[in-house]
């Protein structure tokens, strides 16, 4: 065990405890030894570690996949849906009895304000499985009228086994629950493998899952890389879906794997997302939408939107009121309740996104405000606003998921919508206007998976979330969201 730093008395006794001891995977309601190969989990707020977790090895995968299975030919997969049900709704009261926990440990390994991840992520979570809770007593199948005598033809909603989740290190615990819960709604079993970065949330919510009364194996954990612990997963024969959250570089990887597996896949990937205000806005309130919906959580978000696009005559005050906001925010550790934004997830990251920013020398823009590495321990870097770049610069094209904002201006409709849907991406999109006409025009002319109009990244368990294009294949949340984990049987039956 490490000895914990003071800043870690923001901690309960027991909250310390369990995030500076080391940690395995968790198999079949057991935790497991960390091994002979671990991984540094570092405070980005300050670069000291925190403990070590264990990169799981294939048999331990095996392992973990192995009690999937088992439970889901078993205890689990022989609940009535009805008792799922009730399941799920225990697993929620936990989750949210240990709610200042949970937050916790997503602020210290990912730098996120704590008093942010209380108000959005654990309600956000909790809402995942409370919605889900409602379904399984709903998901069913139909009649199917044929044109034969004498046949009667139904189909039903199967599970589709074990599912193989992916999540990253920027919501840990939210992305796990939106995962989790619609899987095992279906009825399905579940092996989690959480980002190396954050990993303490999704270990807690297994052990969360035993005390909610879950069959054990019903939700396991392995920790480690994605190259190893996530290749085993994804490469496992037994795993029959696998739902990912990440880059579109590794979600391209995974959907050839998984293709020439044959299994089911579904990818929640990047974006380089749009926010359009026109000049008949309230641009107090557009301003302070994109002013927040860019630096929340460091930019480290995958609806972000880090591409602003204002007609040209209200450029110069949208500008100067996200620079102010900018100079507002108080920049500190995760676990400090005076921080409106961490730092960024790792020092390797920071890099990158700092790389964006010296490649804007040589090019028409300029740097409004921000811009440069905060001179104090951890990984922080300036909330910045960039302005003047072309369409083909990297800061407007790539998904740089750090707090970079980048704002152009446009002069029409007719302009702007080619030029927003020339990204690969098309997760998510804004759009800021009072006619009703060229809000609903504009919105359903641009190729993205949600638009959202005169508000910014509202988000809902009941509502699908997913991209198009390079953003990603299949929707989370919502009905959509449920039916992704489960596979349609067709009855034919003969009453001659």
């Known amino acids: 065990m490490i000895t914990p730093p003071t800043f870690r008395t923001a901690l309960t006794d027991e909250a310390r405890a369990f995030a500076t001891a080391q940690h395995g995977a968790y198999i079949g309601g057991e935790a497991v030894g960390v091994g002979n190969t671990s991984i540094d989990t570092i405070d980005p707020s300050s670069g000291e570690v925190i403990t070590q977790i264990a990169e799981t090895s294939d048999e331990e995968v ?43 440990y997503d602020a210290l390994e990912g730098g996120k304000p704590v008093s942010h991840v209380e108000a959005v992520d654990l309600p956000l979570a909790v809402e995942q499985f409370r919605y889900y809770a409602g379904w399984p007593t709903k998901l069913s199948g139909e009649i199917v009228p044929v044109d034969t005598p004498n046949a009667h033809v139904y189909t039903r909603k199967v599970p589709l086994g074990v599912v193989g989740a992916i999540t990253p290190w920027n919501f840990p615990l939210c992305q796990a629950a939106i995962k989790i819960a619609p899987a095992l709604a279906a009825g399905n079993t579940v092996v989690l493998k959480p980002s190396e970065l954050t990993s303490l949330s999704s270990l807690r919510l297994a052990e969360l899952a035993i005390e909610a009364g879950l069959p054990e194996g019903t939700l396991n954990v392995v920790t480690g890389s994605g190259g190893g612990a996530g290749s085993a997963l994804v490469a496992h024969p037994d795993v029959a879906k696998i739902s990912f959250t990440g880059s579109s570089r590794v979600g391209r990887i995974l959907g050839a794997d998984a293709g020439r597996a044959l299994k089911h896949i579904s990818l929640e990937l990047g974006g380089k997302n749009p926010h359009i205000i026109f000049n008949d806005a309230d641009l107090e309130a557009a301003s302070l939408a994109a002013a927040t919906t860019a630096f929340f959580y460091s930019g480290q978000v995958c609806f972000s939107g880090s591409r602003l696009l204002v007609q040209r005559d209200a450029v110069d005050e949208v500008v100067e009121r996200i620079s ?43 740097v409004a405000t921000g811009g440069s590495r905060i001179d104090r321990d951890g990984f922080f870097l300036e909330p910045t606003v960039v302005i003047g770049s072309t369409d083909t610069d990297d800061v407007v094209v790539d998904e740089i998921f750090g707090p970079v904002l980048s704002v152009q201006q446009f002069d029409s409709v007719e302009e702007v919508l080619p030029r927003v849907n020339s990204s690969q991406y098309g997760l998510t999109a804004g759009v800021w206007t009072n006619d009703v006409r060229k809000a609903h025009t504009v919105a359903q002319s641009i190729q993205s998976g949600l638009v959202w109009v005169n508000t910014y990244a509202d988000y809902h368990a009941a509502a699908p979330f997913g991209g198009f294009k390079g953003s990603g294949l299949g929707k989370d949340c919502g009905y959509e969201g449920l039916t992704k984990y489960v596979d349609t049987q067709t009855i034919w039956m003969s009453l001659a």
């Not at 392992?63 to 009805?82: C, I, P, Q």
């Not at 995760?334 to 490649?359: F, I």
């Open 62 to 104: 095996d392992r973990a996949v192995r009690s999937a299975k088992e439970t889901f030919d078993g205890e689990w997969g022989g609940l009535t849906a009805g008792k799922r049900e009730l399941a799920l709704h225990r697993f929620a009261d936990l989750i949210e009895q240990h709610a200042g926990e949970l937050a916790a």
């Open 324 to 366: 102010r906001y900018a100079k507002s925010l108080v920049i500190g550790a995760g676990l400090d309740r005076a921080s409106t934004m961490g730092p960024l997830a790792s020092s390797q990251h920071r890099d990158k996104v700092e790389s964006y920013l010296n490649k804007l020398d040589g090019t028409s823009a300029t």
